[in-house]
């Protein structure tokens, strides 16, 4: 295999592709950083100067958290309350300054709304139901092939807006997920064969309902939600190593969790063989540090 397949494989299906959680909280964020900028080559006061590039960053730190797929609610909530730490430092004709007034405006409409408690709550809660759906407890990264289609199917797109998810009873999370992935598996065949799959499949996530109208927001767990979590069918083409030679295999299967049983066809013996695999080698992760 060419050193192109190999680096054109490991972009495509190990390449990280990440997505947002609160994209209204982040386009909020933006739009202050943006006219605040602009406001700021405009100034020549050096304390108004000084306490406009202090908000930046910590602004821009908000947004460095609000850009992860999980969202530090903690974090955000400190950064909130060194804002307010900031305006100690000014004099009183800074304060009365328009453009210290508009900068604080500019704070209230975009910036405010998101780290009251009642939204801090909401997110955290968010940041529950994704960690139930990838076993990655701290991104979920896909590959390119995953990312495109999780982002086009609607059946599979999460819902990004905030005022939306925070009336759906997943808050915004799809339960489904579209898979592209290589992935390992140990063929039955007189002797255990492995083999390596690619696969294409789907992925419904037994999520919970949750309820935020009480403090602290109700999971309502069910058996489904404990134990059996997600699960779903594939297809998968590839190849196994058979008493030292490679042979093409093909055929369905099923996971439950991180575990795919496959019924896989053998082109060279022109018989169906049982198959085990993993489906999502994320799970290694809790097993492998380095991972």
């Known amino acids: 295999m060419s050193k192109r397949i190999v680096l054109f494989l490991t972009v495509v299906f190990f390449f990280p592709v990440p997505f947002a959680v609160a994209e209204s909280f982040q386009d909020d964020l933006i739009r202050y950083v943006d006219e605040v ?32 797929k999980l969202v530090d609610t903690h974090a955000l909530e400190s950064l909130g309350e060194a804002y307010f730490l900031l305006p100690e430092e000014l004099s009183l004709a800074a304060i009365q300054s328009q453009a210290i007034q508009t900068e604080s405006e500019l704070y209230r409409r975009y910036i405010q709304p998101y780290i009251k408690q009642n939204y801090l709550i909401f997110l955290s809660a968010q940041q529950n139901i994704l960690q139930r759906k990838y076993f990655s407890l701290n991104d979920h990264n896909a590959n390119f092939v995953e990312g495109y289609l999780n982002s086009k199917l609607p059946l599979t797109r999460i819902n990004l807006n905030d005022t939306l998810a925070k009336q759906d009873p997943y808050l915004g999370v799809s339960p489904w997920e579209a898979t592209f992935r290589v992935e390992p598996a140990m063929v039955f065949v007189n002797q255990l064969a492995p083999a390596l799959l690619l696969t294409l499949g789907a992925t419904f ?27 779903g069918p594939r297809i998968g083409f ?54």
Request: proline share 3%; no cysteine.
């Open 238 to 291: 590839g190849a196994m190593q058979k008493e030292g030679e490679v042979q093409w295999v093909m055929g369905a299967g099923m996971h439950l969790r991180s575990v795919a049983i496959w019924a896989l066809y053998d082109y060279s013996d022109q018989k169906v063989a049982l198959g085990v695999g993993l489906s999502d080698i994320s799970v290694l992760a809790k097993v492998i540090g380095w991972y």
């Open 205 to 231: 996530t037994v999520l919970p309902e949750v309820n935020l109208s009480v403090s602290p927001p109700d999971f309502q767990e069910t058996f489904a939600t404990r134990f059996i979590q997600k699960a």
């Open 37 to 68: 900028t602009v406001m700021l080559e405009e100034q020549t006061d050096d304390e108004i100067i000084h306490y406009l590039n202090n908000s930046l960053i910590l602004v821009n730190s908000m947004r460095d958290n609000a850009s992860r």
